[in-house]
């Protein structure tokens, strides 16, 4: 069936570090595909997604590109800060599911 | 303002007592969803609706109930509440069940649940 994979957390980086959140996913045809975060105590808010393969999607200086020949959506960001200290999720959108399907989340804390 | 709203966020309850959980979306939305965050595993996906009266089930339907009577509510109900249906529960929707083509998924701020 159609799963996504995320790197174990929690991340601990230092204030301006490079982030890398590596994502790959398992999919029967084309999903879309789409990074999440979620901050204590809040719901989830869409960071930025891909609909087609060799896609970018950036929001907020994270980045991600679809690659289809690896089956992979990793996040990056060039400097983080500490409010980027939050739970980051991957997820796929298959027309045919109704629904998303997530991976387990990564946990990142940024220290000053 | 644009939002999902869920009631009540916090909520410890007995096990068999029976409670529901309330979502509403102020933006017509059509597809509506039940989510329910538990460590380790993501978001699983409980049931879901395409619109007025129409549900189904999702990934981890067992023990949960849901109506669709008017387009902007959406509850979730717990006949018979059990220990294992503690859990962080997210509300979802979107203007149609696609998401390909710029349709955003609004997710409502969570209700988290405790069965003693």
């Known amino acids: 069936g159609n799963s996504v994979t995320q790197m174990e957390g929690p991340v601990t980086l230092s204030e301006e570090a490079f982030l890398t959140i590596n994502c790959t996913y398992t999919?029967?045809?084309?999903?879309?595909l789409f990074w999440y975060v979620q901050y204590p105590g809040e719901g989830l808010q869409l960071l930025l997604k891909?609909?087609?393969?060799?896609d970018k999607g950036s929001n907020k200086g994270f980045e991600a590109t679809y690659r289809k020949e690896t089956t992979s959506f990793h996040l990056e960001k060039g400097s983080v800060q500490v409010s980027d200290s939050a739970v980051y999720f991957c997820?796929?959108?298959?027309?045919?599911?109704?629904?998303?399907?997530f991976g387990s989340g990564t946990r990142l804390l940024v220290r000053p | 303002e644009a939002q999902v709203t869920q009631n009540p966020r916090y909520l410890i309850t007995v096990t068999g007592k029976k409670l529901t959980v309330t979502c509403s979306q102020n933006?017509?939305?059509?597809?509506m969803s039940w989510y329910r965050q538990d460590p380790g595993l993501g978001l699983r996906q409980i049931y879901y609706?395409?619109?007025?009266?129409?549900?189904d089930k999702g990934d981890v339907p067992e023990g949960y109930k849901v109506s669709r009577k008017e387009k902007r509510n959406f509850p979730l109900i717990l006949e018979s509440p059990s220990p294992n249906q503690t859990s962080l529960y997210f509300c979802?929707?979107?203007?149609?069940?696609?998401?390909?083509?710029?349709?955003?998924?609004?997710f409502g701020p969570g209700t988290r649940l405790t069965v003693l």
């Open positions: 933006m017509n939305h059509e597809y």
């Open positions: 979802a929707s979107s203007l149609s069940p696609g998401l390909r083509v710029g349709n955003e998924q609004f």
């Open positions: 997820a796929l959108w298959m027309d045919s599911s109704y629904k998303l399907i």
């Open positions: 609706s395409m619109n007025v009266e129409v549900t």
């Open positions: 891909a609909t087609k393969a060799d």
């Open positions: 999919a029967t045809g084309y999903p879309s």
